[in-house]
């Protein structure tokens, strides 16, 4: 059985066919999915997904693109659904994007310090995104404590040695589609080094679909290709890394 730890099965892509997206999800083994609510937009109808499906988790946040429009009022209002929501099973995703560069990076960092401080107020895990900013993004996990709530480094780009410290804060490293990818040495050399007990697996659809549907919209099921690359680096079964990566999502997300 296959967890898909972040996903945005919400997205306008998915207007046309999300009921049956849903189904094949199921059909392909998908047990478990995290959906993850980034901004105000967002954040509604992925915790209507949860409500509609079973198998459908939340994660709420504020994405480091749009922390310019941050305001207290939303942290209260991520804050309230952390605490009141029973599918709400962390906070983000949450960070810095130095790639993009949508808001000042003063903001994204003050934002980013807000949300690992309401985590910590809530007892849930963050869910981490970096884009080009790994050096400031572990600096700050550690100068705020984030070792106390733990959680995942969402389609890790970085290193081994970044992945190390991350490692060293609790922290589970989640891969996505690009593992799948021919030329993709960094991500394969990085997933041979973490643990098997700290390897998470994700779609982050619709976006970074995986080979052999690249260039294509990426949706849940494809999430088996993402554990086929990764049984292959690690050598190991096919079925030892859908087992071990299931266990894994349930643990940092406190599902039993």
């Not at 609510?37 to 994660?59: K, S």
């Not at 593992?179 to 007990?197: G, S």
């Amino acid at each position: 059985m296959l967890f898909d730890t972040h996903t945005h099965l919400n997205d306008k892509a998915f207007d046309e066919d999300r009921q049956q997206v849903m189904q094949r999800a199921q059909e392909e083994g998908v047990s478990l999915l995290v959906n993850v609510g980034f901004n105000r937009e967002t954040i509604p109808p992925t915790l209507q997904l949860a409500e509609t499906y079973d198998f459908v988790y939340a994660a709420v946040g504020w994405h480091p693109q749009d922390a310019s429009d941050f305001t207290q009022e939303h942290l209260s209002w991520i804050e309230e659904l952390a605490c009141t929501h029973p599918k709400v099973v962390a906070i983000g995703e949450m960070g810095l994007d130095y790639y993009w560069d949508n808001a000042p990076r003063d903001v994204q960092k003050d934002v980013f310090r807000q949300q690992i401080a309401l985590a910590k107020r809530v007892k849930k895990p963050i869910i981490i995104h970096d884009r080009d900013a790994h050096r400031d993004v572990v600096d700050i996990l550690k100068e705020e404590g984030a070792d106390q709530v733990g959680g995942i480094m969402h389609c890790f780009g970085g290193s081994v040695e970044i992945a190390q410290e991350c490692l060293d804060l609790g922290f589970y490293i989640s891969f996505g589609g690009p593992l799948t990818f021919k030329n993709a040495k960094k991500p394969k050399e990085v997933a041979k080094y973490i643990p098997l007990d700290r390897l998470l697996i994700e779609t982050d659809s619709p976006y970074l679909t995986p080979h052999p549907y690249r260039g294509k919209r990426n949706e849940s099921s494809y999430v088996k290709h993402v554990a086929q690359s990764m049984a292959e680096i690690k050598e190991v079964s096919y079925e030892e890394i859908c087992r071990i990566t299931l266990e894994n999502g349930k643990r940092v997300f406190g599902l039993s």
